[in-house]
C-alpha cells in the first residue's frame, strides 16, 4: 500500500519502502548546486583550499573546458570545470564558476549520497562565500533491462501504455517528458524505450527502459540545504 505525499509534492502517493529495494536500477547520480558566478573559479586552477579539502576522497585532479551554444544568438560561452575523480566507484566532483556537483555511475542509497554532497558543501564554503544556492538539483538515471517486456511491473503502465497496447506493431523507438512544477520547484521525468542493434539474425541484441527523474528547487538557502535535498529524494523515489 502507497502513502499519501503531502499536496504540495508533484505526485499522489508513493511507495512507504525508500532504501529497502535489495536492487538499484540507477545507472547514474547527479547532485548540483548553483551559486552566485564568482569569476575567480574560472581560472585553469582550481582554489587550493577546496582541493585540500577533498584530496584524500577525490585524488585525480583533471582540468576541462565546456563549450554551450547560445541557440538563436550565434553566440557560445567557455567554461573552466575542475574535475575531482574518486579512485573507486566511478564518482566525480565537478567545480565551475557557478555550479558544484556530485555524480556517480551507480546508486549506493542516500545516506552515502548525502554524506557526499555533505563533503564537497563543507569543502566550498569557504571558497564560494554564499547564502544561497541558486538552485539544488537532483537527478536519478534509472535503466531497466527488459528482456522483450518494456514493463517487467517496474515501470508505470500508464507511462507505457502505447506499447502495451494491441494497437501499434514493429515499435522501434518510444519515449517522451513530463514537466511538473515551475521555474521556482519542479521535476521533470523523462522516458524513453531504448532498443539495441539487430543481430545478424536480425533479432535485437538488447531492450532497455531509461527512466530520468530531475527534482529542482531555486533560491534556496545554505542552511536549508538537506531539508530540501530530502525532500526532494523522497519526491524522486
Known amino acids: 500500500m502507497s502513502d499519501i505525499l503531502p499536496t504540495d509534492t508533484f505526485v499522489v502517493s508513493a511507495s512507504p519502502r525508500v ?9 547514474r547520480t547527479v547532485c548540483e548546486l548553483k551559486f552566485p558566478t564568482l569569476l575567480e573559479l574560472a581560472e585553469r586552477h582550481p582554489p587550493a ?6 584530496r584524500q576522497s577525490y585524488p585525480t585532479l583533471e582540468a576541462a ?3 554551450s551554444l547560445n541557440l538563436g544568438q550565434g553566440t557560445h560561452e567557455t567554461t573552466q570545470a575542475h574535475i575531482f575523480r574518486a579512485l573507486k566507484g566511478g564518482w566525480v ?7 558544484m556537483s556530485i555524480e556517480g555511475q551507480g546508486y549506493d542509497g542516500y ?7 555533505k563533503q564537497l558543501i563543507d569543502a566550498a564554503l569557504p571558497v564560494i562565500d554564499a547564502q544561497v544556492w541558486t538552485r539544488v538539483g537532483l537527478r536519478f538515471i534509472n535503466t531497466i533491462a527488459c528482456d522483450g517486456d518494456p514493463v517487467h511491473g517496474w515501470v508505470n503502465p500508464e507511462l507505457v501504455a502505447p506499447i502495451l497496447s494491441e494497437n501499434f506493431t514493429k ?19 523523462r522516458h524513453q524505450l531504448q532498443l539495441g542493434k539487430a543481430n545478424a539474425d536480425n533479432e535485437i541484441e538488447f531492450i532497455k527502459y531509461i527512466l530520468d527523474i530531475d527534482e529542482y528547487q531555486t533560491a534556496v538557502p545554505i542552511t536549508e540545504t538537506f531539508d530540501v535535498l530530502d525532500k526532494l529524494h523522497t519526491e524522486s523515489f
Open 111 to 117: 545516506p552515502d549520497l548525502r554524506r557526499r554532497v
Open 19 to 27: 532504501d529497502r529495494y535489495k536492487r538499484s536500477f540507477v545507472t
Open 171 to 189: 515499435i522501434g523507438g518510444f519515449g517522451g517528458a513530463l514537466q511538473l512544477g515551475g521555474e521556482e520547484r519542479g521535476a521533470v521525468l
Open 65 to 67: 573546458q565546456e563549450v
Open 93 to 99: 566532483a565537478t567545480l565551475k564558476h557557478s555550479s
Open 49 to 54: 583550499q577546496f582541493v585540500s579539502a577533498i
